[in-house]
Protein backbone atom coordinates (compact mmCIF):
# COMPACT_ATOMS: atom_id res chain seq x y z
CA UNK A 1 0.00 0.00 0.00
CA UNK A 2 1.35 3.39 -0.78
CA UNK A 3 0.68 6.22 1.96
CA UNK A 4 0.80 9.75 0.52
CA UNK A 5 0.52 13.10 2.21
CA UNK A 6 -2.39 15.48 1.36
CA UNK A 7 -1.35 19.49 1.38
CA UNK A 8 -4.39 21.49 1.10
CA UNK A 9 -3.81 25.19 0.30
CA UNK A 10 -5.58 27.85 2.01
CA UNK A 11 -8.59 29.65 1.54
CA UNK A 12 -8.83 31.72 5.20
CA UNK A 13 -12.52 32.79 6.60
CA UNK A 14 -14.16 29.84 6.75
CA UNK A 15 -14.76 29.00 3.00
CA UNK A 16 -11.75 26.17 2.96
CA UNK A 17 -8.77 26.23 5.54
CA UNK A 18 -5.83 24.73 5.27
CA UNK A 19 -6.24 21.34 6.46
CA UNK A 20 -2.71 19.48 5.80
CA UNK A 21 -3.22 15.39 6.82
CA UNK A 22 -2.39 11.56 5.32
CA UNK A 23 -4.52 9.34 4.26
CA UNK A 24 -4.22 5.64 3.23
CA UNK A 25 -4.74 4.56 -1.05
CA UNK A 26 -5.75 0.93 -1.23
CA UNK A 27 -7.26 -1.10 1.40
CA UNK A 28 -5.57 0.05 4.46
CA UNK A 29 -6.24 3.20 6.26
CA UNK A 30 -4.58 5.60 8.79
CA UNK A 31 -5.03 4.85 12.46
CA UNK A 32 -7.49 7.60 14.27
CA UNK A 33 -5.45 10.24 16.25
CA UNK A 34 -4.14 9.31 19.41
CA UNK A 35 -3.15 11.08 22.30
CA UNK A 36 -0.12 13.67 23.07
CA UNK A 37 1.65 17.00 23.21
CA UNK A 38 -0.13 19.81 21.79
CA UNK A 39 1.63 22.03 19.28
CA UNK A 40 0.58 24.93 21.43
CA UNK A 41 2.10 23.56 24.32
CA UNK A 42 0.47 22.70 28.36
CA UNK A 43 -2.90 25.02 29.04
CA UNK A 44 -2.18 27.64 31.47
CA UNK A 45 -3.48 29.20 34.62
CA UNK A 46 -7.51 30.57 33.74
CA UNK A 47 -7.49 33.96 32.87
CA UNK A 48 -9.96 37.00 33.70
CA UNK A 49 -12.26 35.06 31.73
CA UNK A 50 -11.86 31.31 33.43
CA UNK A 51 -10.12 30.20 29.99
CA UNK A 52 -7.34 28.21 30.51
CA UNK A 53 -4.68 29.03 27.60
CA UNK A 54 -1.25 27.91 26.37
CA UNK A 55 1.24 30.50 26.36
CA UNK A 56 0.82 33.65 24.20
CA UNK A 57 -2.80 33.60 23.98
CA UNK A 58 -5.09 35.50 25.45
CA UNK A 59 -9.17 36.24 25.35
CA UNK A 60 -11.76 38.73 25.19
CA UNK A 61 -15.39 38.08 25.90
CA UNK A 62 -17.63 39.89 23.12
CA UNK A 63 -21.36 39.33 23.58
CA UNK A 64 -23.39 37.66 26.65
CA UNK A 65 -26.94 36.80 25.82
CA UNK A 66 -29.51 39.14 26.44
CA UNK A 67 -26.75 42.10 26.73
CA UNK A 68 -26.07 44.61 24.68
CA UNK A 69 -22.70 43.78 22.78
CA UNK A 70 -20.05 46.45 23.81
CA UNK A 71 -20.42 49.21 21.69
CA UNK A 72 -23.83 48.50 20.27
CA UNK A 73 -26.96 48.88 21.36
CA UNK A 74 -27.97 45.13 19.85
CA UNK A 75 -28.71 42.41 22.28
CA UNK A 76 -27.36 39.40 21.86
CA UNK A 77 -29.02 36.28 21.23
CA UNK A 78 -29.78 33.13 23.34
CA UNK A 79 -28.18 29.58 23.16
CA UNK A 80 -25.42 30.96 20.77
CA UNK A 81 -24.34 28.00 18.42
CA UNK A 82 -23.04 27.64 14.94
CA UNK A 83 -20.95 30.24 13.45
CA UNK A 84 -18.22 31.59 10.31
CA UNK A 85 -16.78 34.62 9.80
CA UNK A 86 -16.38 36.98 6.75
CA UNK A 87 -13.90 39.07 5.22
CA UNK A 88 -15.73 42.58 5.66
CA UNK A 89 -13.21 45.50 3.84
CA UNK A 90 -10.67 45.83 6.13
CA UNK A 91 -12.38 44.13 9.17
CA UNK A 92 -14.54 40.90 9.47
CA UNK A 93 -17.72 39.84 10.20
CA UNK A 94 -18.56 36.73 12.78
CA UNK A 95 -21.96 35.15 12.70
CA UNK A 96 -23.50 33.31 15.10
CA UNK A 97 -26.81 30.82 15.18
CA UNK A 98 -29.33 30.73 18.06
CA UNK A 99 -30.55 27.47 19.46
CA UNK A 100 -33.41 28.07 20.37
CA UNK A 101 -36.65 26.89 19.76
CA UNK A 102 -39.37 28.82 18.77
CA UNK A 103 -37.91 32.11 17.55
CA UNK A 104 -34.17 30.82 16.48
CA UNK A 105 -32.63 32.83 13.87
CA UNK A 106 -29.13 34.34 13.62
CA UNK A 107 -27.00 37.26 14.54
CA UNK A 108 -24.01 38.97 13.35
CA UNK A 109 -20.78 41.24 14.66
CA UNK A 110 -18.91 43.12 12.93
CA UNK A 111 -15.04 44.03 13.23
CA UNK A 112 -12.42 46.85 11.83
CA UNK A 113 -9.40 45.82 10.85
CA UNK A 114 -8.08 46.56 14.82
CA UNK A 115 -10.66 43.99 16.06
CA UNK A 116 -12.90 46.93 17.31
CA UNK A 117 -16.65 45.53 17.56
CA UNK A 118 -18.16 48.41 15.41
CA UNK A 119 -21.90 46.48 15.14
CA UNK A 120 -23.94 44.10 15.83
CA UNK A 121 -27.41 43.30 14.29
CA UNK A 122 -29.71 40.47 13.38
CA UNK A 123 -29.62 38.12 10.22
CA UNK A 124 -32.33 35.92 10.48
CA UNK A 125 -35.75 35.29 12.81
CA UNK A 126 -38.57 33.46 12.95
CA UNK A 127 -36.62 29.90 12.88
CA UNK A 128 -36.37 26.85 14.89
CA UNK A 129 -33.66 26.03 16.90
CA UNK A 130 -30.87 27.35 14.55
CA UNK A 131 -27.56 24.86 15.58
CA UNK A 132 -25.18 24.78 12.88
CA UNK A 133 -24.70 26.18 9.13
CA UNK A 134 -22.04 26.57 7.08
CA UNK A 135 -20.12 29.19 5.15
CA UNK A 136 -20.93 29.26 1.24
CA UNK A 137 -17.98 30.42 -1.35
CA UNK A 138 -20.48 33.86 -2.49
CA UNK A 139 -20.48 34.64 1.03
CA UNK A 140 -23.96 33.54 2.47
CA UNK A 141 -24.13 31.68 5.39
CA UNK A 142 -26.39 28.31 5.87
CA UNK A 143 -28.45 28.42 8.93
CA UNK A 144 -29.98 24.68 9.66
CA UNK A 145 -32.94 23.95 12.28
CA UNK A 146 -32.29 21.08 14.06
CA UNK A 147 -35.79 19.88 14.23
CA UNK A 148 -37.88 17.52 12.54
CA UNK A 149 -38.36 18.26 9.01
CA UNK A 150 -36.23 21.37 9.65
CA UNK A 151 -34.68 23.41 6.73
CA UNK A 152 -31.91 25.20 5.81
CA UNK A 153 -31.98 29.51 5.48
CA UNK A 154 -29.75 30.84 3.24
CA UNK A 155 -28.79 34.46 4.74
CA UNK A 156 -26.82 37.28 4.42
CA UNK A 157 -23.86 38.20 6.69
CA UNK A 158 -24.24 41.90 6.16
CA UNK A 159 -27.91 42.06 7.44
CA UNK A 160 -29.16 43.88 3.82
CA UNK A 161 -30.53 40.95 1.71
CA UNK A 162 -33.91 38.80 3.42
CA UNK A 163 -32.77 35.31 4.27
CA UNK A 164 -34.66 32.57 2.05
CA UNK A 165 -35.61 29.04 2.90
CA UNK A 166 -33.66 26.28 0.81
CA UNK A 167 -36.10 23.42 0.60
CA UNK A 168 -34.62 21.70 -1.92
CA UNK A 169 -31.44 20.58 0.65
CA UNK A 170 -33.64 18.36 2.15
CA UNK A 171 -36.10 18.83 5.44
CA UNK A 172 -34.87 16.57 8.25
CA UNK A 173 -33.33 17.50 11.56
CA UNK A 174 -30.10 19.22 10.00
CA UNK A 175 -27.03 20.25 11.73
CA UNK A 176 -24.00 21.47 10.08
CA UNK A 177 -23.19 21.96 5.82
CA UNK A 178 -20.05 22.41 4.56
CA UNK A 179 -19.16 23.80 0.59
CA UNK A 180 -17.14 22.05 -1.52
CA UNK A 181 -16.66 24.46 -4.57
CA UNK A 182 -14.36 21.43 -6.52
CA UNK A 183 -17.35 19.27 -7.06
CA UNK A 184 -20.07 21.98 -6.82
CA UNK A 185 -21.97 20.44 -3.67
CA UNK A 186 -22.81 21.34 -0.35
CA UNK A 187 -22.72 18.48 2.58
CA UNK A 188 -24.81 18.26 4.77
CA UNK A 189 -25.41 16.46 8.50
CA UNK A 190 -28.03 14.95 10.30
CA UNK A 191 -28.13 15.04 14.34
CA UNK A 192 -30.90 11.51 14.81
CA UNK A 193 -28.95 8.72 16.06
CA UNK A 194 -29.60 6.84 12.67
CA UNK A 195 -28.83 10.11 10.76
CA UNK A 196 -27.30 10.04 7.71
CA UNK A 197 -24.80 11.98 5.61
CA UNK A 198 -25.80 14.01 2.73
CA UNK A 199 -24.82 16.08 -0.14
CA UNK A 200 -26.67 18.60 -1.93
CA UNK A 201 -26.08 19.01 -5.77
CA UNK A 202 -27.41 22.51 -6.71
CA UNK A 203 -28.54 22.88 -10.14
CA UNK A 204 -26.33 26.34 -10.81
CA UNK A 205 -22.92 26.81 -8.56
CA UNK A 206 -23.96 29.81 -6.84
CA UNK A 207 -27.68 29.13 -6.40
CA UNK A 208 -29.64 26.79 -3.51
CA UNK A 209 -33.08 27.24 -5.18
CA UNK A 210 -32.99 23.58 -6.66
CA UNK A 211 -30.73 20.93 -7.38
CA UNK A 212 -30.77 17.14 -6.12
CA UNK A 213 -30.39 15.91 -2.86
CA UNK A 214 -28.16 12.81 -2.23
CA UNK A 215 -27.44 10.47 0.74
CA UNK A 216 -24.05 8.92 1.39
CA UNK A 217 -24.14 4.43 0.74
CA UNK A 218 -21.49 2.59 2.31
CA UNK A 219 -21.38 -0.44 4.68
CA UNK A 220 -21.48 -0.76 8.13
CA UNK A 221 -17.53 -0.76 8.73
CA UNK A 222 -15.94 2.46 9.97
CA UNK A 223 -13.71 2.30 6.77
CA UNK A 224 -14.27 1.13 3.38
CA UNK A 225 -15.64 3.24 -0.33
CA UNK A 226 -18.94 4.60 -0.59
CA UNK A 227 -21.20 6.03 -3.10
CA UNK A 228 -23.77 8.46 -3.26
CA UNK A 229 -28.01 7.92 -4.51
CA UNK A 230 -30.38 10.48 -4.91
CA UNK A 231 -33.15 10.73 -2.06
CA UNK A 232 -36.35 10.33 -4.20
CA UNK A 233 -38.71 12.95 -1.49
CA UNK A 234 -36.13 15.67 0.30
CA UNK A 235 -39.67 16.89 1.49
CA UNK A 236 -39.34 14.12 3.93
CA UNK A 237 -42.82 13.11 4.62
CA UNK A 238 -44.25 10.94 4.94
CA UNK A 239 -41.34 8.97 4.56
CA UNK A 240 -38.03 10.74 6.21
CA UNK A 241 -35.06 11.34 4.15
CA UNK A 242 -33.33 9.04 6.06
CA UNK A 243 -35.01 6.11 5.54
CA UNK A 244 -35.95 6.47 1.90
CA UNK A 245 -32.89 4.99 -0.09
CA UNK A 246 -31.64 1.40 0.83
CA UNK A 247 -28.03 1.15 2.10
CA UNK A 248 -27.68 4.56 2.93
CA UNK A 249 -25.28 4.47 6.24
CA UNK A 250 -26.12 5.21 9.18
CA UNK A 251 -23.89 7.73 11.62
CA UNK A 252 -24.94 8.14 15.16
CA UNK A 253 -25.94 12.00 15.70
CA UNK A 254 -24.53 13.70 12.99
CA UNK A 255 -22.51 17.08 14.06
CA UNK A 256 -20.06 19.69 12.60
CA UNK A 257 -18.91 19.27 9.16
CA UNK A 258 -16.19 20.87 7.54
CA UNK A 259 -14.50 20.85 4.02
CA UNK A 260 -11.21 21.57 2.47
CA UNK A 261 -9.66 20.11 -0.56
CA UNK A 262 -10.69 17.40 -1.49
CA UNK A 263 -11.72 15.97 2.33
CA UNK A 264 -14.49 16.55 4.62
CA UNK A 265 -14.73 16.09 7.92
CA UNK A 266 -17.49 15.70 10.28
CA UNK A 267 -18.65 14.57 13.65
CA UNK A 268 -21.28 11.81 15.31
CA UNK A 269 -21.52 12.84 18.96
CA UNK A 270 -23.51 9.23 19.50
CA UNK A 271 -20.14 7.09 19.57
CA UNK A 272 -17.66 10.60 20.02
CA UNK A 273 -16.36 10.14 16.42
CA UNK A 274 -14.52 12.24 13.67
CA UNK A 275 -15.18 11.05 10.34
CA UNK A 276 -12.75 11.37 7.42
CA UNK A 277 -14.00 11.46 3.37
CA UNK A 278 -11.33 11.39 0.78
CA UNK A 279 -13.41 12.71 -2.16
CA UNK A 280 -10.84 11.80 -5.19
CA UNK A 281 -11.03 7.92 -3.94
CA UNK A 282 -14.30 7.85 -2.27
CA UNK A 283 -13.33 6.46 0.93
CA UNK A 284 -14.18 6.71 3.89
CA UNK A 285 -12.39 6.78 7.35
CA UNK A 286 -12.20 7.47 10.91
CA UNK A 287 -9.75 10.66 12.49
CA UNK A 288 -10.81 10.04 15.68
CA UNK A 289 -12.67 7.84 17.73
CA UNK A 290 -13.10 7.75 21.41
CA UNK A 291 -13.06 3.99 21.62
CA UNK A 292 -9.88 3.57 20.63
CA UNK A 293 -7.97 5.96 22.38
CA UNK A 294 -5.08 4.92 24.36
CA UNK A 295 -5.46 6.19 27.76
CA UNK A 296 -7.58 8.83 29.29
CA UNK A 297 -9.59 10.33 25.95
CA UNK A 298 -8.73 14.00 25.90
CA UNK A 299 -11.52 14.51 23.52
CA UNK A 300 -15.14 13.86 24.65
CA UNK A 301 -18.66 14.73 23.61
CA UNK A 302 -17.38 15.85 19.99
CA UNK A 303 -19.72 18.89 18.48
CA UNK A 304 -18.48 21.94 15.98
CA UNK A 305 -15.38 21.37 14.06
CA UNK A 306 -13.32 23.96 11.92
CA UNK A 307 -9.84 24.10 10.79
CA UNK A 308 -6.39 26.34 10.65
CA UNK A 309 -4.04 27.69 8.14
CA UNK A 310 -1.66 25.10 9.59
CA UNK A 311 -3.66 21.79 9.22
CA UNK A 312 -4.78 21.32 12.17
CA UNK A 313 -8.61 20.56 12.74
CA UNK A 314 -10.51 22.41 15.96
CA UNK A 315 -12.81 20.32 17.69
CA UNK A 316 -15.64 21.93 20.01
CA UNK A 317 -16.91 19.62 22.80
CA UNK A 318 -20.73 19.15 23.55
CA UNK A 319 -20.74 18.33 27.39
CA UNK A 320 -17.77 16.84 27.72
CA UNK A 321 -14.77 18.85 29.44
CA UNK A 322 -15.86 22.57 28.07
CA UNK A 323 -12.66 22.42 25.58
CA UNK A 324 -11.57 22.63 22.08
CA UNK A 325 -9.32 19.88 21.47
CA UNK A 326 -6.85 20.10 18.56
CA UNK A 327 -6.39 17.16 16.17
CA UNK A 328 -2.35 17.71 13.83
CA UNK A 329 -1.52 15.95 10.70
CA UNK A 330 0.69 13.99 12.59
CA UNK A 331 -2.64 12.83 14.03
CA UNK A 332 -2.39 13.86 17.70
CA UNK A 333 -5.13 14.88 19.78
CA UNK A 334 -4.81 17.56 22.83
CA UNK A 335 -6.53 20.34 24.17
CA UNK A 336 -6.32 23.70 22.89
CA UNK A 337 -8.31 25.48 25.55
CA UNK A 338 -10.43 24.75 28.29
CA UNK A 339 -13.44 26.70 30.13
CA UNK A 340 -13.87 26.63 33.63
CA UNK A 341 -16.47 26.88 36.02
CA UNK A 342 -19.00 26.25 33.36
CA UNK A 343 -19.80 22.58 33.72
CA UNK A 344 -23.72 22.65 32.29
CA UNK A 345 -22.57 24.24 29.15
CA UNK A 346 -21.13 23.10 25.84
CA UNK A 347 -18.41 24.83 23.70
CA UNK A 348 -20.06 26.04 20.06
CA UNK A 349 -19.12 27.51 17.19
CA UNK A 350 -15.70 27.83 16.12
CA UNK A 351 -14.62 29.98 13.86
CA UNK A 352 -11.12 32.15 12.78
CA UNK A 353 -10.59 35.15 11.56
CA UNK A 354 -9.91 35.87 8.05
CA UNK A 355 -6.32 36.59 8.77
CA UNK A 356 -6.23 33.34 11.15
CA UNK A 357 -5.21 35.13 13.94
CA UNK A 358 -8.02 35.05 16.33
CA UNK A 359 -10.75 32.23 17.24
CA UNK A 360 -14.33 33.10 17.93
CA UNK A 361 -16.69 30.99 20.04
CA UNK A 362 -19.39 30.44 22.73
CA UNK A 363 -20.20 28.78 25.92
CA UNK A 364 -23.69 28.03 25.11
CA UNK A 365 -25.02 28.35 28.32
CA UNK A 366 -21.98 30.50 29.90
CA UNK A 367 -22.05 30.57 33.80
CA UNK A 368 -26.23 30.49 34.60
CA UNK A 369 -26.25 26.84 32.84
CA UNK A 370 -29.44 28.76 30.66
CA UNK A 371 -29.63 29.48 27.11
CA UNK A 372 -29.99 32.93 28.51
CA UNK A 373 -26.35 32.91 29.81
CA UNK A 374 -24.45 32.38 26.44
CA UNK A 375 -21.15 34.10 26.30
CA UNK A 376 -19.56 34.70 23.07
CA UNK A 377 -15.58 34.69 23.28
CA UNK A 378 -12.50 35.71 21.41
CA UNK A 379 -8.95 33.56 21.56
CA UNK A 380 -6.15 35.68 19.92
CA UNK A 381 -2.36 34.43 19.48
CA UNK A 382 0.14 32.44 17.61
CA UNK A 383 -1.85 30.09 15.64
CA UNK A 384 0.10 28.24 13.61
CA UNK A 385 0.72 29.03 10.10
Not at 154 to 176: I, L, S, Y
Not at 269 to 285: F, S
Not at 315 to 344: H, K, W, Y
Amino acid sequence: MERRTVLRAAVLGGSSAVLGGTLWRGAAYAAPAQPGASPYGALGSPDANGIRLPSGFTSRVIARSGQTVPGTSYTWHNAPDGGACYADGTGWIYVSNSEINPSGGASAVRFSSTGTVTGAYRILSGTRQNCAGGKTPWNTWLSCEEVSLGHVYETDPWGVNAAVQRPAMGRFKHEAAAADPVRKVVYLTEDETDGRFYRFVPTTWGSLASGTLQVMVAGSATSGSFTWANVPDPDGSPTTTRTQVSGAKSFNGGEGCHYADDTVWFTTKGDNRVWQLNLVNNTYELAYDDSLVSGTAPLTGVDNITGSASGDLFVAEDGGNMEICVITPADVVAPFLRVDGQSGSEITGPAFSPDGTRLYFSSQRGTSGSSSGGITYEVRGPFRA
